[in-house]
Antibody, heavy 118, light 107 residues
Framework: QVQLQQSGTELVKPASSVKISCKAS????????MHWIRQQPGNGLEWIGW????????KYNQKFDGKATLTADKSSSTAYMQLSSLTSEDSAVYFC???????????WGQGASVTVSS | DIQMTQSPASLSASLGETVTIECRAS??????LAWYQQKPGNSPQLLIY???SLADGVPSRFSGSGSGTQYSLKINSLQSEDVASYFC?????????FGAGTKLELK
């Protein structure tokens, strides 16, 4: 079955960067887009962007341009998201999610919690 | 960006009851709408896509309907495992956007 295993909780300092991983299994990693979504405490969901692991193409929500960088390693079936210049506003749970087709997300990672605090 | 307005924000219902959650888009999204369920402490799970198509493994008591700017998620015969937050998502326009969610509790 499709599984997306994300890295764990991160406590990071303001102005630093963090890199979250999402290891995929149970399907052909290079055949599906991978989305990243943010959920701030008590808030809804925001789409950050996608990467197509087959060729490395990416597309970002304009809101996260310059904040998030998406990459993928085909050899390990792992997608990554790096968040830079962190502020307290970036404290959130970040999910990876497989694209089923046309931005429908049919499998989600368990989420990675990022807390930005000095 | 397209705004997705969900109502109600929270809802309390009894076991066996039928529940309906609404989602209104700020413009026509041509049925490019999905519904997700997020149980406390878990990640969202896909319930419905293309406004009315049931995702694999989702119980048939869940159904979606609507068109244009107005959509709804219906849960027949509410079960205890349906306690969760529910989110709608439009994917007709870039960027895809989500509603703020409806929190469903048992009465």
């Amino acid at each position: 079955q499709v599984q997306l295993q994300q890295s764990g909780t991160e406590l990071v300092k303001p102005a630093s960067s963090v890199k979250i991983s999402c290891k995929a299994s149970g399907y052909t990693f290079t055949s599906n887009y991978m989305h990243w979504i943010r959920q701030q405490p008590g808030n809804g969901l925001e789409w950050i962007g996608w990467i197509y692991p087959g060729n490395g193409n990416t597309k970002y929500n304009q809101k996260f341009d310059g904040k998030a960088t998406l990459t993928a390693d085909k050899s390990s079936s792992t997608a990554y998201m790096q968040l830079s210049s962190l502020t307290s506003e970036d404290s959130a749970v970040y999910f990876c999610a497989r694209d089923y087709g046309g931005y429908v997300m049919d499998a989600w990672g368990q989420g990675a919690s990022v807390t930005v605090s000095s | 960006d397209i705004q997705m307005t969900q109502s109600p924000a929270s809802l309390s219902a009894s076991l066996g009851e039928t529940v309906t959650i609404e989602c209104r888009a700020s413009e026509d999204i041509y049925s490019n709408l999905a519904w997700y369920q997020q149980k406390p402490g878990n990640s969202p799970q896909l319930l419905i896509y293309d406004a009315n198509s049931l995702a694999d493994g989702v119980p048939s008591r869940f159904s979606g309907s609507g068109s244009g700017t107005q959509y709804s998620l219906k849960i027949n015969s509410l079960q205890s495992e349906d306690v969760a937050s529910y989110f709608c998502q439009q994917y007709n326009n870039y960027p895809n956007t989500f509603g703020a969610g409806t929190k469903l509790e048992l009465k």
